[in-house]
């Protein structure tokens, strides 16, 4: 078992649905948990940054955290096609330096 | 825009060769990253740099040899490189210690001949 899984996608979607993108993890340990968009091409840009459980908002973007269960989501509401991009999620325990990425989501919103 | 600023942009090389790729942050940060992302696979950690010491090294070959200057820098010194070391090689950045959001650069696009 991978230690962070991620549906790969490609994640199809019309302008303006909202979009849910998942995480499921294994290690326990893991405190911070962070989503970044990625250009085709470009480096990953950091939307989200959370730590231990519960929700963060930014605009229309929404954060969950549920580590009872390991799984963290990344809601996207009114999803524009500049949304389109690939979606990693990546976590880090308490403690150490090293960040276990997702294998990312590729999401297309079609106008 | 990205406070993380990676030169050059785009790299070609021989295998014979010998180049730096470059990283500059200027957010007073004191962790540093090199990540190395293939087409469509999610970046894979290659070294960490923390207070200027290497902290992190994930078994990478030694024809990749890290420097850190100082703590606003970050080079990667490339030699005798093979075709599959063609990538998208990243820089990334966060506070010292434990916490802190990683920072990613746009990133250097090698490709090995």
């Known amino acids: 078992q991978k230690e962070v899984e991620q549906d790969p996608g490609p994640l199809s979607v019309p302008e303006g649905a909202i979009v849910s993108l998942n995480c499921t993890y294994s290690?326990?340990?893991?405190?911070?948990f962070m989503w970044y968009r990625q250009y085709s091409r470009k480096g990953p840009e950091l939307l989200m940054y959370?730590?231990?459980?519960g929700n963060k908002e930014d605009g229309r973007f929404t954060a969950q955290v549920d580590k009872s269960s390991k799984y963290i989501s990344l809601f996207i509401r009114d999803s524009q096609p500049s949304d389109s991009a690939t979606y990693l999620c990546a976590m880090s325990p308490n403690y150490g330096q090293n960040f276990v990425f997702g294998p990312g989501t590729r999401l297309s919103v079609l106008p | 825009d990205t406070e993380v600023t990676q030169t050059p942009k785009h790299l070609v090389m021989g295998m014979t060769n010998k180049k730096s790729l470059k990283c500059e942050q200027h957010m007073g940060h004191r962790a540093m990253y090199w990540y190395k992302q293939k087409a469509k696979k999610p970046p894979e950690l290659m070294f960490v740099y923390s207070y200027e010491k290497l902290s992190i090294n994930e078994s990478v070959p030694s024809r990749f040899s890290p420097e850190c200057p100082n703590s606003s820098l970050l080079n990667l010194h490339l030699h005798a490189l093979q075709p599959e070391d063609s990538a998208l090689y990243l820089c990334?950045?966060?506070?010292?210690?434990?916490?802190?959001?990683?920072?990613f650069g746009e990133g250097s696009r090698l490709t090995v001949l």
């Open positions: 959370t730590y231990s459980s």
């Open positions: 990334a950045s966060k506070q010292g210690g434990n916490t802190g959001e990683l920072f």
């Open positions: 290690n326990s340990a893991f405190q911070y």
